[in-house]
């Protein structure tokens, strides 16, 4: 006799199956539910008529195939490496397909001083007044968007930062998430809350998504949340290392107070497709915020993001720099917004999206705008550049004994380094590095045998 499986797909079936299982308060469940009505209210995105998916078409995307109740793979505690040395990190979590594998807790300082650092799971145990507070209520909603809206009903775990008036945590945050299960979606949300006056540093990889066979596909709908009170700070970044047969659609949205300092970074390097949305709201006045982007993309990949720099608080300041290399048949597309509100009088902002094409069958799409609705401000000014490595390099590089495919190696990995030296784990840093080493010569080599 064959073991009955969990169904597959997204369905009114399993949200309820879903929302049985787990337990959670009343107040959680509504919202569940509240997010699986936008979600079935919500036309799939379009590519004939949404400006914004025109570039990234969702033939290839098998949604009924997800398995949002499958079972997790097994996982004993401490089965996932850190992410960074203990000693480098304030505290540390793992989570693999729902699970928390590994933990490292904050110090005991820490602790007394109000900061909290857990999945999201237990903090809807141990903190639901404040999950009921901010959990999609003021950032994200689930009525975003149709994937968020989809994320709101069928979100799985994640992690949950709160940290209080007035109080630094200096080492950075360590967080590994991982998908596994064949077949079975992940969908992760982060929730970072600073208060007033208070600083910290945070780093989270994803992974998983590999294939068990050529046609399998994987699936993941995340959600990341910032609010930071004024007069915090706040250095975060994430590294996307999906694997070749993930489908990744994400939302990240940060709400700035007075005088914030906000740096995001953004790192994409897997997935067969990623879709995003990267956003700083700078509704107070002297809010500052720093996005810094890279993503390598090779083989066939298809990587698109959105960003927007939201200028509505007085004398803010924003600077985006984004860059890419694609290589083989990969493809990607950056649309960078940014936009004025009136009354947003002493605004500066400015947005740069570089590109490098390692072959002639890739292609990279750069997309800048700008809505200026207040005449009072500083400037704001974009640009966009999408070109082969540049052959004068090449030439000066070659000419000193190195080979065509060394000197490419040197430019690429000379062309990003400026955004893995900022992020805030020298351990990311040395393994950034040496990912793009290793993806460049091996596309060098295909480009001399050709």
Sequence with gaps: M????????????????????????????????????????????????????RRTPLRRLELDEAAPLAPPSPAQ????????????????????????????????????????????????VEHADLLEQYFMTTAVKATDAKFVALHGAFW????????????????????????????????????????????????????????????????????????????ATL????????????????????????????????????????KGHIEAMLQGDGAHAKLLGLYFADGDQHLDRFTLQDHQGRATTSDLLFKGVVADKARSVYSGYIRVHPGAKGSQAYQQNRNIQLSRTARADSNPSLEIAENDILGCTHGATVGKVDEEQLFYLMCRGLSRAQATQMIVEGFLDVLIDAIPLASVQAALRDEITTRVAATSVETDAA
Excluded: C
């Design 235 to 274: 250095d975060y970044a994430t590294i996307q290392r999906f694997g070749p047969a993930m489908y990744d659609f994400y939302q990240t949205r940060v709400i700035q107070g007075k005088e914030t300092d906000l740096t995001l970074h953004t790192v994409e390097l897997g997935a067969a497709m990623s």
């Design 77 to 124: 505690f401490g089965t996932l490496g850190q992410l960074a040395p203990l000693a480098d990190l304030s505290a540390s979590l793992t989570l693999m397909d729902g699970n928390v594998t590994d933990r490292q807790p904050l110090s005991d300082a820490l602790r007394k001083q109000g900061v909290i650092v857990t999945d999201l799971r237990t903090a809807l």
């Design 156 to 231: 799985d775990n994640g992690v949950f930062v709160y940290v209080p008036k007035g109080v630094a945590v200096e080492l950075p945050i360590g967080v590994v998430v991982e998908a596994t299960a064949p077949g079975r979606a992940s969908l992760t949300h982060t929730l970072v809350v600073l208060e007033r006056d208070s600083h910290i540093k945070y780093v989270e990889e994803l992974r998983g998504g590999t294939p068990e066979n050529e046609d399998a596909q994987a699936f993941s709908s995340r959600v990341i949340e910032i609010l930071m009170a004024d007069n």
């Design 2 to 53: 064959t073991a009955p499986t969990k169904p597959r797909g997204f369905t009114e079936a399993a949200i309820t199956e879903l929302i049985t299982a787990r337990g959670e308060p009343a107040w959680m469940t509504a919202r569940r539910r509240a997010a699986w009505e936008a979600y079935s209210a919500m036309p799939m995105p379009d590519p004939r008529k949404d400006e914004e998916w």
